[in-house]
């Protein structure tokens, strides 16, 4: 693969790293600050408004959906830089229209929406003028593997019923968040595990859907956008909401989950890379013993190692987007599964040596650390955790190379 980034790419880097100079990181103590200080934990900052009409107005806007409606026309491998550049703060994928749980909403959209649906949820997605939550994972039940979701999603002459309870919906205490993508059972006892599941579309005002809570992560709400709790209780929506259609959910979830994975992946390299940065300089500026901590053997260390680590995630993630954009998301599934288990760990690593080297300031609010770890932590857990990307790829390698060692066997 060619790892040198386009003159189209290259330019489009320097216009979101511009971008981030002079608009977002002048104010991001400021927002995190009125944020945490609102007595409204779920008032949208206006500036947040702001800056996302300004890089509308830029062009900057929706670069992580390829030649499609509403699409900037990149391929997998020419946003990851740009994706990068955006993990190097909380607020940056928003204010460009690139932010979970909506790109990958917004995808099935394009991928499998009616053009009925495509009008009421897909456009104003697009436009950013709404946001969305994709509701999978449940508090009963190992989510992580889509078979045992138990949320009931029953037929009853031209509407369907739902019946179920969720968590860690991200996004959904958002009040701007309009649409959820509901992940439940409509054939639970059809002997095809894989085809019992469908998703279907449920505003979040219908009748019947309760937000219960916002649940915490590491004692943080992370309000506006947070993680919501959510039970559905006889909830009715008409049976044109189904996407697809019935038995189709999980297939729609294995569409949905690789770009999502990379593009956490390439967000955390972004993490990292800043908490490198901070982490070096904290390291040249801070005197402990009568000498800046660069002087000392195990700091030179974390720095070299963390250089490193983060340089071999980002190759490791750029091959696996070229296979994205070259064989598909089922070509490149095992390059996915490996960054995916590969980066959220080095992120963690790498931002907790940086903490380790601020001292106190490291777990403050005052720097981006402690707010970086947490979100790198969580991604551990997010669309799989790294036990079964693990469990799932050392199946996969461990059946080919005996393939491989049969034939030759044979041979």
């Known amino acids: 693969m060619n790892f040198e980034y386009s003159d189209k790419v290259n330019k489009l880097m320097k216009e979101v790293q511009d971008f981030l100079d002079a608009y977002l990181y002048p104010i991001e103590h400021e927002l995190n600050e009125q944020i945490e200080n609102n007595e409204d934990r779920w008032m949208i900052p206006q500036q947040i408004e702001d800056l996302k009409a300004l890089a509308k107005s830029q062009g900057l806007w929706n670069l992580f959906l390829p030649d499609s409606e509403g699409g900037y026309g990149l391929s997998n491998l020419e946003y990851a830089p740009l994706a990068e550049l955006m993990g190097r703060t909380r607020f940056a994928s928003e204010i460009f229209n690139c932010s979970a749980p909506d790109t990958g909403n917004m995808e099935v959209l394009v991928r499998y929406g009616t053009d009925e649906q495509k009008e009421k949820w897909l456009k104003p997605l697009l436009a950013g003028e709404i946001r969305s939550a994709f509701a999978m994972t449940e508090p ?7 078979t045992n979701i138990e949320t009931h999603i029953a037929r009853d002459g031209d509407e369907y019923v739902i019946n179920g309870r969720k968590w860690y919906i991200s996004g959904a205490c958002d009040p701007r968040c309009k649409i959820l993508i509901v992940m439940g059972k409509t054939d639970p006892n059809n002997e095809n595990r894989h085809l019992q599941q469908s998703q279907i579309l449920v505003p979040i005002n219908t009748p019947g859907v309760t937000i219960e809570r916002a649940m915490k992560v590491f004692g943080n709400d992370d309000a506006p956008e947070g993680h919501a709790e959510i039970t ?19 297939e729609i979830a294995q569409g949905r989950l690789g770009p999502g994975r990379i593009h956490h992946c390439m967000r955390l390299i972004g993490a990292a890379q800043r908490s490198l940065e901070m982490m070096a300089v904290r390291a040249e500026q801070r005197i402990a013993f009568g000498r800046p901590l660069s002087k000392q053997g195990s700091v030179r260390e974390d720095i070299a190692k963390s ?25 490149a599934k095992e390059l996915i599964s490996m960054i995916k288990i590969v980066a959220p760990q080095m992120a963690c690593g790498v931002i907790d040596r940086a903490i ?7 777990l403050s609010q005052d720097t981006f650390l402690a707010q970086a770890y947490q979100m790198a932590r969580s991604i551990r857990l997010a669309d799989g955790p790294d036990q079964v990307h693990m469990m799932q790829l ?10 491989m060692h049969l034939m030759k066997m044979r041979g």
């Open 307 to 331: 250089y490193c680590e983060i340089e071999q995630a980002r190759l490791l993630t750029l091959k696996a987007a070229d296979k994205m954009d070259r064989s598909g998301n089922k070509g």
């Open 394 to 403: 050392g199946r996969g390698i461990a059946k080919g190379y005996s393939a």
């Open 356 to 362: 380790q080297i601020h001292g106190a300031a490291g």
């Open 232 to 250: 559905f209780k006889n909830v009715r929506v008409p049976v044109e909401n189904i996407i697809l259609g019935e038995g189709r959910g999980f």
């Open 140 to 146: 009963d039940v190992a989510s992580c593997d889509a």
